[in-house]
């Protein structure tokens, strides 16, 4: 079993995926955010770093997914594949902070990797107002995303919407995060849950 938690910065993926791999004992594969040489770069300079912070999250993810069916084992994912390559690349090029000939070669890189790959079982996407987002970005305090403006964060939330919109590669289950607090609040972990187990039940 392979669920995928997909969302906008601060939506609340990483922490979820903590919960829920607690929950039903499933192993957490998270984003390599910790490890990341180019974060840092990045938010300082991003028309300079970012095909290289791309081509990067596109290599950890797609190293993830191959070992995920390899393994056997039932795993939750924060965020996916399909993520860089619909919201956050496109996003960057379309803002001029990627170049025409980084964006094509990017995009055949992943055309390519998307051939070797399977989507999820199920994928849950984090939908989240952007007063939420901010909220939820300045409560966790990175340096580095002290920078992320509300017009970037709007950018990637239209773009998220577009993507769950033509969402094709396995189930989908939406949860409206804005109202939710998963950590302090155990009814709306245990909403959550219910949710996902009416979901995977109907996979079997």
Known sequence: MHIAIAGNIGAGKTTLTK?????????????DVV???YLDDFYNQ??????????????????????????????????????????????LHAMGLMTNRDYENYRSLFDLMESLVKGPDVL?????????LVSQIHKRGRDYE????????????????????????????IIDVDHLNFVDNPEDL???????????????
């Open 124 to 132: 849950i996407y984090l939908r989240s107002s952007i007063p939420n």
């Open 146 to 173: 002290n920078s992320i403006s509300i017009d970037y964060l709007s950018r990637l939330n239209e773009r998220y919407e577009a993507w769950i919109h033509g969402y094709d590669k396995g189930k989908l289950l």
């Open 190 to 204: 245990g909403n959550v849950i219910n949710t996902i187990d009416a979901e995977i039940n109907g996979l079997f």
């Open 46 to 91: 991003m028309e300079r770093w970012s095909f290289n912070l791309q081509v990067y999250f596109l290599n950890s993810r797609f190293r993830q997914v191959l070992q995920i069916r390899q393994s056997g084992k039932d795993i939750i994912q924060d965020r996916t594949i399909y993520e860089d390559a619909h919201i956050f690349a496109p996003n």
């Open 19 to 31: 919960l829920l791999a607690k929950h039903y004992k499933w192993e957490a594969q998270l984003e």
């Open 35 to 37: 490890d990341n040489p």
